[in-house]
């Protein structure tokens, strides 16, 4: 039963790793499922089989490599652990799968918007907001959130260009530290900066705005942008 499922999971690997490399090759051509399959040494109802469609196939394949990304074991716990948490499942997921990482982190083009990246980013703002809703983000939660990706991507791609028995590991924790450094504060609401403020109203601003027309919530939302900032 083990082998079996074993197997699976090659298979599926298989399958995603041949689409991602179809369409990296095709620019903004079609894939065929045909091609997809005689990449990956299968056949179509194997394909089919784990994903339904290539649709289903191609949406997985942009999805691929989040699935450990930010969620840690604990979804009640603190915000800043689970980003940790985040950091490392995505540096460790990196090196296990360096090829399919590279194939779809490497792969940037200028002034062409990562999907990935942006899925990263999305996942991350979720926890940031609570941290930015009581005061203790120096910068706004979408502006963190980026910071952030980019900085977890870019360690990534460092570590698996290094050879792996001189990898330096503590790099990742190091750098984690440091971003999250200057992202948080570790002061409360009731002492934190003007910035800190500015972005804890900015965010409860999103989670309420009844008070104030949409004029005046233009202006509010830009004047705590320029004190966040």
């Avoid at 691929?64 to 604990?74: I, K, L, R």
């Avoid at 980013?121 to 609570?130: K, S």
């Amino acid at each position: 039963m083990a082998g079996r499922s074993s197997n699976a999971t090659s298979t599926r690997d298989r399958l995603l790793l041949a689409a991602g490399q179809l369409l990296h090759e095709a620019g903004d051509g079609p894939v065929s499922t045909r091609a997809i399959c005689e990449r990956a040494g299968v056949q179509a109802p194997t394909l089919y089989h784990h994903f339904g469609s290539k649709q289903g196939l191609l949406d997985a394949v942009v999805n691929y490599g989040f699935t450990q990304y930010v969620q840690a074991p604990d979804p009640d716990g603190d915000p800043v652990d689970r980003i940790r948490t985040g950091w490392d499942r995505h540096v460790e997921y990196g090196l296990a799968h360096p090829a399919f990482y590279v194939l779809l982190y490497g792969q940037i083009e200028p002034g062409v918007p990562c999907n990935l990246t942006s899925s990263a980013e999305a996942m991350l703002l979720e926890l940031f907001t609570p941290l930015a809703r009581d005061g203790r983000l120096r910068v706004e939660a979408a502006e963190a959130a980026r910071q952030f990706a980019a900085a977890n991507s870019g360690v990534t791609l460092s570590l698996i260009a290094q050879p792996e028995e001189s990898r330096d590991l503590m790099m990742s924790a190091q750098v984690r530290e440091s971003v999250l450094a200057g992202l948080l504060t570790d002061r409360p609401a009731e002492g934190s900066s003007v910035s800190a403020l500015a972005v804890a109203l900015s965010t409860a601003l999103e989670d309420d705005d009844r008070a104030l027309t949409p004029t005046e919530r233009l202006m509010l939302r830009e004047w705590l942008h320029r004190l966040a900032n």
